[in-house]
């Protein structure tokens, strides 16, 4: 038997073992979600047992180096492991921004003391974290941003406001772009900076969207401080002072990769086509509407290829061609279809789906998340910006 | 299986681009046009490409071919896509390959594969009879006379078929037409009596023929696969037939994309390089993308012609219809970034246009294959 085999049978008997039957349900959706922090309700006993054991075992972050809470596994390990948990549905024991996005800046810029300070609560689910890029005069222009961030001897006094901030109410610490050298060109005053938001000088506002839902929100910061050193050799910077911009790049491309990895939402589900021969019905075998069949059949054609391009793009960066600006043609490609097929789908739906309140419709699930791809094309950069990027680096068209 | 060339396909690619660019570029479909060669090809270049085992790409070693597989045979295509290349590989070497080496019994494939795998034998699959693909239309009668069939019907948009020496014609035996039960196909020689070919002079400059049939004898040994059972036989030939244009438009709409964005990058106006301008800039990276879609769906089309063929009809079908729709879209933004020097005939770009309006609607254009796929869907 292979080391991979072998490595197999280990992680599937150890999940039989220690994942909660209660936990093996496959539910994803975000209420399911467990996110972690200080101030975390576990929805179960089992949640939490979950969150314990796969923590204790380094596999809320597999991937991770294990001085640092992680797994220690390989890409292939990871794989296996990820394909087990799948069979067994097991649902994800822990999800946050710490472990998608503070996490790989971490591992990729930040010194092994900051490592080992940060990284093994983010493992533990201990902390949450949340992202503070956007400002409102800085969007798609975001290396504009102008929170304001002075050196006082032995901390740091920051100034300013943020927006788009995932969560931001219900985390613990913030990862935060912030103006460190007001004279310095636009790309080259700005650092990358960890603040904890326990503290009075910070301030956070929950934004209501179209979809009635607050994923979002507003964060002040009013004099708030951050030490020097969170302790001994642990810089509260990230990467090199005034060089942020180098880490947020590096964390636009990882985000624009995970969205495009989850085929902008299109992966699972049932087919267009599928729900709509139920819901609206067949005549001689065809979807009795024949200009909303056309409609299904060339989206799943695109859906289909777009699949299928996400494929070859993870099988050439295997075979070492690397992704690079492509994630900005899968983050757009992706995004704008994830929007056209919550179109299609709420054709099919009709009046039905509709209903913004009760029991029919779940609370309008549908139409509320149909909003919420509207968002999907201006989050983690719009598509215009992607366009951009595509124009500029692949193509290498002028003065883009 | 990764979504990637193999080295040994990517070796092949090489080779391919470097020959076609040198050998058989534009300029020389342009000159078979403006010459009116009478076989609207070259032969001698034809020559060349069997020698170097491409006219035997799909044929095995044993009948004296290369056996590179549906992979190879795309890789060819998407090339001679770029270059344009007018040749009878297409109807020869992917469609009438893939017929007789599936279909054929051990002595029909002894006397055609080597001969095809040796450029010495031209073919042509000749299925519709109407303006538009459908193989189940097919009115043509094959009628029982002795021990043989009488075939009596016209068939049209056949790809080289007034240069084919044999062609490979699909009839109905039984059933009405409409109906997928009922077909039969049939191996004829060119020159058999009944028998009448009108060369038509397509958009593309390339080939094709309006075939009458009128009371053609065909023996029980010219039938290729079973009587009455040859539409799912067909299918998979037309399959693979989908899948090598999908990899052709993908070859002109990758060469006519790549035109465009130099063009963008050179040509001035308003004292600037009109690549400059967002608003050509976000529509020429909106056609990368989806170029990029188009290369997905045609690589896997013909990695699971190879590895799974009874059942690579909905990919081929992903194939055609994405390929088709994304080359139309590029040749069309193609011409209009040119502006002006775009509408010229001294210009290739209209050349791509035009090639790829006749690949599109040949073997069932987008919404052919995009209804397929519903159907297949359930919807």
């Known amino acids: ?400 | 299986m990764p979504l990637v060339l193999t080295e040994e396909q990517e070796m092949l690619r090489e080779s391919a681009h470097g020959f076609l660019e040198q050998k058989a570029p534009v300029s020389a479909l342009r000159k078979l046009r403006d010459t009116n060669d009478p076989d609207g090809f070259d032969r001698g270049l034809w020559k060349e490409m069997a020698e170097m085992g491409w006219a035997g790409i799909l044929i095995d070693e044993e009948h004296g071919g290369a056996d590179f597989g549906f992979v190879g045979a795309g890789v060819l295509a998407e090339e001679m896509g770029r270059t344009l290349t007018a040749s009878p590989f297409l109807s020869t070497s992917i469609l009438a390959a893939t017929a007789l080496k599936k279909l054929g019994s051990d002595p029909q494939k002894q006397a055609t594969l080597p001969k095809i795998a040796a450029g010495e034998a031209l073919y042509a699959l000749a299925v519709d009879e109407t303006r538009k693909h459908g193989p189940a239309k097919t009115a043509m009668k094959a009628e029982k006379h002795g021990n043989g069939f009488k075939l009596s019907g016209d068939k049209t948009f056949v790809a080289d078929g007034h240069v084919a020496d044999k062609i490979i014609v699909a009839a109905r035996s039984a059933g009405a037409p409409g109906e997928q039960d009922g077909l039969t196909l049939f191996l004829i020689d060119a020159k058999s009596k009944g028998i009448e070919i009108e060369r038509t002079q397509m958009v593309d400059s390339r080939n094709a023929a309006r075939i009458k049939f009128d009371g053609v004898e065909a023996t029980g040994d010219d039938v290729l696969g079973e009587v009455d059972g040859g539409y799912m036989a067909l299918e998979g030939v037309l399959n693979a037939g989908r899948a090598g244009l999908a990899a052709e438009m993908s070859g002109s709409a990758q060469q006519a994309f790549g035109m465009t964005v130099n063009y963008l990058k050179e040509r001035k106006q308003f004292g600037t390089e009109i690549g400059s301008f967002q608003a050509l800039q976000h529509r020429a990276a909106h056609l990368y993308s989806e170029i990029e879609l188009a290369k997905s769906a045609v690589l896997k089309a013909l990695q699971d012609l190879d590895a799974h063929y009874g059942m690579a009809g909905p990919i081929c079908s992903l194939a055609k219809a994405k390929a088709g729709e994304v080359a139309k879209l590029a040749s069309q933004e193609a011409v209009q970034m040119h502006g002006g020097i775009g509408m010229t005939d001294e210009y290739d770009i209209g050349f791509y246009m035009k090639r790829i309006r006749v690949a599109q609607e040949m073997f069932g254009d987008a919404a052919f294959h995009a209804d397929r796929l519903a159907q297949m869907r359930g919807y």
């Not at chain 1, 934004?207 to 951050?226: N, Q, R, W, Y």
Request: glycine share 12%; charged share 30%.
């Open chain 1, 1 to 400: 038997m292979s080391d991979l085999e072998t490595f197999r049978a280990e992680a599937r008997a150890w999940l039989e073992e220690n994942c909660p039957r209660e936990m093996r349900d496959g539910a994803g959706g975000e209420e399911n979600i467990c996110w972690g922090g200080k101030r975390w309700q576990f929805q179960s006993e089992a949640q939490k047992t979950w969150l314990n054991r796969m923590a204790e075992k380094g596999w809320t972050v597999p991937a991770w180096p294990k001085e640092y809470g992680g797994g220690g596994l390989s890409k292939e390990e990871v794989k296996v492991l990820k394909e087990e948990m799948r069979k067994l549905k097991c649902r994800s024991p822990l999800e946050s921004f710490g472990i998608w996005m503070l996490g790989p800046a971490l591992l990729k810029y930040g010194t092994h003391e900051q490592k080992l300070h940060f990284l093994p609560p983010i493992a533990r689910g201990e902390i949450r974290w949340c992202q503070g890029y956007s400002e409102p005069n800085a969007g798609s222009d975001l290396a504009s941003l102008q929170c304001k961030c002075e050196d006082k001897g032995d901390h740091w006094l920051i100034n300013g406001q943020k927006i788009w901030t995932s969560y931001a109410d219900e985390s613990d610490w913030i990862f935060v772009l912030v103006r460190t050298d007001p004279k310095a060109t636009k790309h080259t005053g700005i650092s990358f900076i960890l603040v904890d938001m326990d503290q009075k000088g910070v301030s956070t506002k929950p934004i209501k969207l179209i979809s009635g839902k607050s994923p979002f929100c507003e964060t002040f910061f009013d004099d708030a401080t951050t030490p020097k050193e969170h302790a001994p050799g642990v810089s509260a910077i990230v990467g090199e002072m005034n060089k942020g911009w180098d880490v947020a790049k590096y964390l636009l491309t990882h985000e624009r990769e995970m969205i495009s990895a989850g085929g902008g939402g299109l992966l699972g589900g049932r087919g267009m086509g599928e729900v709509a021969a139920n819901d609206i019905g067949l005549e001689n075998g065809k979807l009795s509407d024949p200009l909303l069949r056309a409609k299904i059949a060339q989206a799943e054609i695109d859906g289909w290829a777009f699949l299928l391009t996400l494929e070859r793009m993870k099988d050439e960066a295997k075979a070492g061609q690397g992704v690079g600006a492509n994630s900005s043609m899968l983050k757009y490609y992706g995004t704008e279809f994830n929007k056209r097929r919550f179109e299609i789908l709420m054709d099919i739906g009709g009046s039905d789906e509709l209903e913004w309140e009760g029991q029919r419709t779940k609370d309008g699930k549908l139409a509320r998340g149909w909003l919420r791809t509207k968002a999907n094309s201006i989050e983690g950069g719009t598509s215009e910006v992607q366009l951009n990027v595509i124009a500029k680096r692949i193509l290498e068209l002028p003065g883009a």
